[in-house]
């Protein structure tokens, strides 16, 4: 984070900032080509060490789930600050993340298709990368055995354990010690752990159900593990989105510590929201109760900035923000901030001020009539869903308090 | 399109291709980082050619609205086919049009704040580009009028024209008529023309009230022009989305050709798909009838191709695709084809295959128990709203018929 800024030119890729005469890049001074995704700085940072914090606390690692921001920066600030491995959606991912000097990666999904494999074949000829992916299957086992054996490496799996009517992973515990053994039978590959995705699990009693199937995930590594298929290696028993990472921390953190290496995935903590994971938060608060000693809370650190294009009728402004800049898979982006270019600070944006319509390219936002906001002003948005406002930016703004732009972090999607 | 394919080595952008031994790329030969996607070539040049000899017989200016696309290599294409002009919904949409050669762009949007005034003063002071883009009030006017002044330029600037209860431009006549006196009264702007959008006008008796609306636009155009605000230039009259283009050129198509320059901007026509806009189509060519003397029609362009990677209880299946790569707000992705690697060619995937979900990296596909489908089997998806899928992606594979890659074309979001 402490990268100078580079002062780039005036550029086509939206959001493009031009310096000012000073040198310096403020939103407040309009440097920005608004849209324009902008992350805290502040609270960034807090995110970064509340949850490693948590982590630590809990006995757990921390691989935090990469595929939200897809930013390298953000990567190696996850590991400075004591991530044990970065987690990853796919083949592309993975390479972006060990190009950005990740050394161990966890791939929480099959690889799958000549091509994928190809570049984590690449990624292991390199060296210096610890790479595991997910197995579910006897035929994907069979090919990922086959393609590696013959290049002369060896593919670090994880059994997925999944859930009826959830997505991807074994359903039983008989065909999980099946694919033990065909694991065991291919030397391309080393059964390196077991993974499960409680987040498929919902509906009321949602938290009583995760906890029996970890506690079942959990024994079922131990049982693997009793019976020798990990060989020497302590067995990864990994699960946890963003949502339930405390109860995987519970059921998998307590578990015999010489046997198992047990780490939570979340990833949306560290731009967090103020939308779905702001609520799955404050329910993870009040699970954790007053066992939790970590200071502060998670802090929503990404906004959107878009102008105030249009008042074309009392009560309705139109934004210059749409599908193709925010998630609204979640909830619309809701107005944090209003400033208008000359003042000298941004005010929070009044709870009457309501997005209720997004397009591709606009949005409509309500307002009461006679609200003091004028064509040109500035409207920040926070949003539901980081994971989809970051894959519509190939650039981000990293901004001081003083909304001073201090970084601009490139995603990789 | 007939550039020779550049043959990239393995990179971290998802879709990444590698040669195979022949130096050829090949969906069929897994070249391809799954999910990728993809556009025929011949459907692109279809659908190209079909909308310019559809306003060329409507004698109608075609200015195809680059959003959809963001893809340079596809605004040539569109240029060298006849088009008029680029239309575009940004500044930094507008840059990237200009860097890609086009030389008439219409900003079908208010221009709004510093940077993207810059962007445009940029583009202005290159001198080869001819740039219009859209005002509703006197504040916009003001500050666009000062903005450009100052610099020496003049910025060209069509009135919107809007309808109550939709998005930007004015509201009525007298509104319009006031704009024209303000924006006379500033050296650094020139009314070039009017605009409208009527595609938020929706619900029973659309076409009616398009058609009346579009002929009050018309006339206000007319008595404008008749008053001299336009100078001694014609009054471009531009209207049209992908929904009802054939309307707007129904009724700007027949006004005075010696003081109108009537416009159309469909955008989704070139990319086309199997959801909404293959439905708006099939209303035009309803209304079109038999007036319609075109052959042929549009067709759907684009697929996302993604692996099965998991089929983990009878009757489902699970593909690497999700929300990051493909649209998903106006209908889910559809199978279309089946292939597995090995075999010589696809087949239509069966219509009982259907996804019934889709999370951020993942989609839920329903099939028949006892389904001839395994892990590592290719489906084929097409998609409803080509604009959200293409923003997920930073290169798309232009392939022949028989599923070579071509050309890769990189998009520019």
């Given at each position: 984070m402490n990268q100078k800024p580079s002062l780039r030119p005036l550029s086509a890729t939206k959001g493009a900032a031009t310096p000012d005469t000073e040198g310096t890049l403020s939103l407040l001074h309009e440097s920005v080509s608004l849209p324009a995704a902008v992350v805290y700085?502040?609270?960034?940072?807090?995110?970064?060490?509340?949850?490693?914090?948590?982590?630590?606390?809990?006995?757990?690692?921390?691989?935090?789930?990469?595929?939200?921001?897809?930013?390298?920066?953000?990567?190696?600030?996850?590991?400075?600050?004591?991530?044990w491995a970065q987690t990853l959606a796919s083949a592309p991912q993975a390479v972006a993340a060990a190009n950005a000097g990740i050394e161990?990666?966890?791939?929480?999904?099959?690889?799958?298709?000549?091509?994928n494999m190809a570049l984590i074949s690449g990624l292991l000829a390199k060296g210096d990368v610890e790479f595991h992916c997910l197995v579910d299957s006897a035929d994907n086992i069979d090919e990922l055995g086959n393609y590696f054996h013959t290049r002369g490496q060896v593919l670090n799996v994880l059994i997925e354990i999944g859930v009826t009517g959830g997505r991807c992973g074994c359903r039983d515990e008989s065909q999980a010690h099946e694919l033990a053994e065909r694991i065991r039978q291919q030397p391309g590959l080393r059964l390196s752990g077991i993974e499960t995705y409680e987040g498929v699990i919902g509906?009321?009693?949602?938290?009583?159900k995760i906890r029996t199937h970890l506690a079942r995930v959990r024994d079922l590594t131990l049982d693997l593990y009793s019976k020798g298929y990990f060989g020497e290696h302590k067995a990864i028993l990994t699960g946890a989105g963003s949502a339930w990472y405390d109860l995987v921390a519970e059921v998998f953190g307590d578990t015999d510590a010489d046997k198992i290496i047990p780490v939570i995935r979340p990833?949306?903590?560290?731009?967090?929201?103020?939308?779905?994971?702001?609520?799955?938060?404050?329910?993870?608060?009040?699970?954790?109760?007053?066992s939790c000693s970590i200071g502060g809370d998670l802090q929503s650190a990404l906004e959107v900035w878009a102008y105030v294009q249009s008042l074309p009728e009392p009560g309705l402004a139109i934004l210059t923000l749409g599908k193709r800049d925010c998630a609204f898979d979640a909830g619309l982006p809701q107005p944090a901030l209003h400033f208008r270019p000359g003042q000298e600070a941004p005010t929070p944006a009044p709870d009457t001020w309501q997005v209720f319509h997004i397009m591709d390219q606009h949005s409509a936002m309500k307002i009461p009539e006679g609200a003091d906001l004028k064509v040109g002003d500035i409207i920040a948005l926070s949003t539901s869903h980081p994971c989809l406002t970051f894959d519509k930016w190939r650039e981000l703004h990293v901004i001081d308090d003083d909304y001073t732009i201090v970084a601009q972090a490139e995603t990789c999607f």
């Amino acid at each position: 984070m402490n990268q100078k800024p580079s002062l780039r030119p005036l550029s086509a890729t939206k959001g493009a900032a031009t310096p000012d005469t000073e040198g310096t890049l403020s939103l407040l001074h309009e440097s920005v080509s608004l849209p324009a995704a902008v992350v805290y700085r502040s609270r960034l940072a807090n995110n970064l060490h509340w949850m490693q914090d948590f982590a630590d606390s809990q006995r757990v690692k921390l691989a935090p789930h990469g595929k939200t921001t897809m930013t390298p920066h953000f990567f190696q600030l996850q590991r400075e600050a004591g991530a044990w491995a970065q987690t990853l959606a796919s083949a592309p991912q993975a390479v972006a993340a060990a190009n950005a000097g990740i050394e161990r990666i966890l791939m929480a999904n099959q690889l799958v298709g000549k091509a994928n494999m190809a570049l984590i074949s690449g990624l292991l000829a390199k060296g210096d990368v610890e790479f595991h992916c997910l197995v579910d299957s006897a035929d994907n086992i069979d090919e990922l055995g086959n393609y590696f054996h013959t290049r002369g490496q060896v593919l670090n799996v994880l059994i997925e354990i999944g859930v009826t009517g959830g997505r991807c992973g074994c359903r039983d515990e008989s065909q999980a010690h099946e694919l033990a053994e065909r694991i065991r039978q291919q030397p391309g590959l080393r059964l390196s752990g077991i993974e499960t995705y409680e987040g498929v699990i919902g509906g009321a009693d949602a938290a009583k159900k995760i906890r029996t199937h970890l506690a079942r995930v959990r024994d079922l590594t131990l049982d693997l593990y009793s019976k020798g298929y990990f060989g020497e290696h302590k067995a990864i028993l990994t699960g946890a989105g963003s949502a339930w990472y405390d109860l995987v921390a519970e059921v998998f953190g307590d578990t015999d510590a010489d046997k198992i290496i047990p780490v939570i995935r979340p990833g949306c903590y560290l731009i967090h929201d103020k939308g779905i994971y702001m609520q799955a938060q404050q329910q993870v608060r009040e699970r954790l109760g007053d066992s939790c000693s970590i200071g502060g809370d998670l802090q929503s650190a990404l906004e959107v900035w878009a102008y105030v294009q249009s008042l074309p009728e009392p009560g309705l402004a139109i934004l210059t923000l749409g599908k193709r800049d925010c998630a609204f898979d979640a909830g619309l982006p809701q107005p944090a901030l209003h400033f208008r270019p000359g003042q000298e600070a941004p005010t929070p944006a009044p709870d009457t001020w309501q997005v209720f319509h997004i397009m591709d390219q606009h949005s409509a936002m309500k307002i009461p009539e006679g609200a003091d906001l004028k064509v040109g002003d500035i409207i920040a948005l926070s949003t539901s869903h980081p994971c989809l406002t970051f894959d519509k930016w190939r650039e981000l703004h990293v901004i001081d308090d003083d909304y001073t732009i201090v970084a601009q972090a490139e995603t990789c999607f």
